[in-house]
């Protein structure tokens, strides 16, 4: 199957600071890749659509300027935390859709202290 | 948002038992999919079943999928410890080959040695 590779797989920063996510298709091309946050018990909520050479589409209640989402190739997408807070800490993952089937990175769990 | 509902949201079961878990989704979809994850970790693809599709098997797996009700059930068989986890269903919904993959709920499933 395909591959998805996400990068770092954990992250520890310090409130205020900037945190960038990588999530890449290692074998295939993505003009679409999903990201997704998870708190801890509950399900994996949509944030937002990642467009290769466009902008990214926001799910309602995600906050665009807070969560920076860029996916200049066809392989690469990032997401950016902004000014990371306590509450943004959470499992963050991102998939790549290839011949209608998803594929997941392995997820980035991100704790602000 | 989330498409789907999962029920039932904790399952407790003795090895051996089967287990059953229900998925209901609310639009019309390309394929349904299930996924397993461990506490704290990645999602673990588990078996993908299209629309035109009933029934699909897979080791100790059974999906079933009836479009009609727009649910879905995913069946464990012979349960070992092993499977404890939470288990989701997963849909994309029918518009373009690469729509958003939206999660149900979920179900958590513990296998008491």
């Known amino acids: 199957g395909a591959v998805v590779s996400q990068h770092p797989s954990w992250v520890i920063c310090k409130s205020g600071t900037s945190v960038k996510i990588e999530c890449r298709s290692l074998?295939?091309?993505?003009?679409?890749m999903f990201w997704y946050r998870q708190f801890p018990k509950q399900s994996l909520m949509l944030m937002a659509t990642?467009?290769?050479?466009?902008?990214?589409?926001?799910e309602q209640g995600v906050e665009k300027d807070k969560f920076l989402i860029n996916h200049a190739s066809l392989t690469l997408s990032t997401l950016t935390v902004t000014s990371a807070h306590p509450e943004d800490s959470s499992f963050y993952i991102c998939?790549?859709?290839?011949?209608?089937?998803?594929?997941f990175g392995q997820g980035t769990r991100l704790t602000v202290v | 948002s989330q498409q789907g509902e999962e029920d039932p949201q904790a399952l407790s079961i003795q090895e051996g038992e089967n287990a059953t878990m229900n998925c209901s989704y609310k639009t019309s979809i390309n394929n349904l999919q299930w996924y397993r994850q461990n506490s704290g970790r990645g999602l673990v693809h588990l078996i993908l079943i299209r629309s035109n599709e009933r029934e699909k098997h897979s080791g100790r797996l059974r999906v079933t999928l009836d479009t009609s009700k727009k649910s879905s059930s995913l069946l464990i068989t012979a349960s070992r410890a092993a499977d404890t986890a939470s288990y989701f269903c997963?849909?994309?919904?029918?518009?373009?080959?690469?729509?958003?993959?939206?999660f149900g709920p979920g179900t958590s499933l513990s296998v008491i040695p």
């Open positions: 990642s467009n290769e050479g466009s902008k990214a589409t926001y």
């Open positions: 997963a849909t994309d919904a029918r518009k373009t080959s690469y729509d958003k993959v939206i």
């Open positions: 074998d295939f091309q993505a003009t679409t």
């Open positions: 998939s790549a859709p290839r011949n209608t089937e998803a594929f």
